[in-house]
């Protein structure tokens, strides 16, 4: 988004996009190596025990012969971008002050063929030096990964690309869903959409399963480890999620398809019934 060979200076071009200028020149720190160890160590155990609070992964820590504070394994899950999964009465996503909140749209609606309704999301990929994000659109009627994307922020930036490059090469939903993140929430993803006519529909208050086909192929990633094992660096992770993914699309039966994968879920949807 911001080009650093333009004539216009990259103050006024964060000014035009409406981002802070701080995140054009900020560079994260590195993670420690003890912090690294101690961030695979509960990535192992959130997979194990998803329930776990700070209280809980702190005591399993100890157990393990890690002593360390609540707080420090707060700071650490929350860099890591996982929490404790219960429901919740109200979502906790909130967006960026400013940002357009949309209505819920999807409440009774039968979805009854591909490109009706797309969904938008993001997760984290561990790995044996820090962590990457994953972006993924998913088509809900086929449960289809129409494109992705990885990055080492939660920029904006990385879910346009993802966004623009589904709509390039599958032409363009219906509705497109996310969520109230402010990586979603922004002029930069809402205003492709609105290009393009595209209704837009938000998780809001009570709606705890606007997500849940993008959720359920997280659990998917996050439990399959061969997509990214702790021994991947960091420059290898699109080789290893692309295969994941690719496999997923065209070999992944599923039973709301008879069996049948994605792929042809996407591309030839007439024998097959609608996902419950």
Request: one cysteine or more.
């Amino acid at each position: 988004m911001i080009d650093r060979e333009h004539d216009l200076p990259i103050t006024k071009q964060a000014e035009v996009l409406k981002i802070s200028r701080g995140s054009v020149y900020y560079l994260p720190r590195p993670v420690s190596p003890p912090d690294l160890a101690i961030m695979q160590r509960l990535d192992r155990l959130h997979l194990e025990f998803p329930f776990a609070g700070s209280r809980k992964l702190r005591d399993l820590l100890a157990a393990e012969g890690c002593k360390i504070g609540r707080r420090h394994v707060k700071t650490l899950t929350r860099r890591m971008g996982i929490e404790a999964l219960y429901r919740r009465p109200r979502t906790t996503t909130k967006p960026a002050p400013g940002h357009k909140i949309y209505p819920y749209l999807l409440r009774g609606m039968e979805i009854t063929r591909p490109n009706q309704v797309w969904a938008m999301d993001i997760t984290y990929i561990p790995m044996v030096r820090g962590f990457v994000y994953l972006a993924v659109v998913l088509d809900w009627f086929s449960r289809r990964v129409p494109s992705w994307r990885v990055s080492i922020t939660m920029e904006a930036a990385f879910c346009v690309e993802t966004q623009e490059d589904a709509l390039a090469r599958h032409g363009r939903p219906d509705i497109f869903h996310i969520d109230q993140g402010s990586q979603f929430t922004g002029a930069a993803l809402t205003g492709v959409l609105a290009n393009h006519g595209i209704a837009i529909s938000m998780d809001g208050r009570g709606v705890w399963r606007g997500n849940e086909f993008v959720e359920r192929l997280w659990r998917s990633v996050n439990t399959k480890r061969s997509i990214c094992p702790p021994t991947t660096p960091r420059p290898t992770p699109c080789a290893s999620i692309g295969r994941y993914l690719a496999g997923y699309n065209g070999r992944c039966p599923h039973s709301s398809f008879d069996g049948g994968t994605p792929d042809r879920a996407y591309f030839s949807p007439l024998p097959f019934r609608a996902p419950a």
